[in-house]
């Protein structure tokens, strides 16, 4: 089984920054990749960023700029650095990663609880 805890969330005013985190833990073999997701109310889930095990990131065209993902591959954690934040920016950011377990032949794809960040104007 492998959990995926976010933290870092919060209330920022416009023009803010925030970081979040996301740690995967339990039935880990290797990392493939790791992004963020967000959803706004009455919106569909849209990737943000991602980052793959090489090092190659992958931004949504609306945060690039703005957002830069990293992560520590040693602590299997993923951050994604929001600067410069817009009231659009609000919405609830899910961790993602895909997962290869022990015992599996192939990866999985996994999900955080959520975190809100809310950016006020």
């Known amino acids: 089984q492998v959990q995926l805890v976010e933290s870092g969330g919060g209330l920022v005013q416009a023009g803010g920054s925030l970081r979040l985190s996301c740690a995967a833990s339990?039935?880990?073999?290797?990392?493939?990749?790791m992004g963020w997701y967000r959803q706004a109310p009455g919106k569909q889930r849209e990737l943000v960023a991602s980052?793959?095990?090489?090092?190659?990131?992958n931004y949504e065209d609306s945060v690039k700029g703005r957002f830069t993902i990293s992560r520590d591959s040693a602590k299997n954690t993923v951050y994604l650095q929001m600067n410069s934040l817009k009231p659009d920016d609000t919405a609830v950011y899910y961790c993602?990663?895909?997962?290869?377990?022990?015992?599996?032949?192939?990866?999985?794809?996994?999900w955080g609880q959520g975190t809100q960040v809310t950016v006020s104007s």
């Open positions: 980052i793959t095990s090489d090092g190659s990131a």
């Open positions: 339990g039935n880990i073999r290797s990392i493939i990749a």
């Open positions: 993602n990663a895909d997962i290869l377990q022990y015992y599996r032949s192939r990866p999985g794809e996994h």
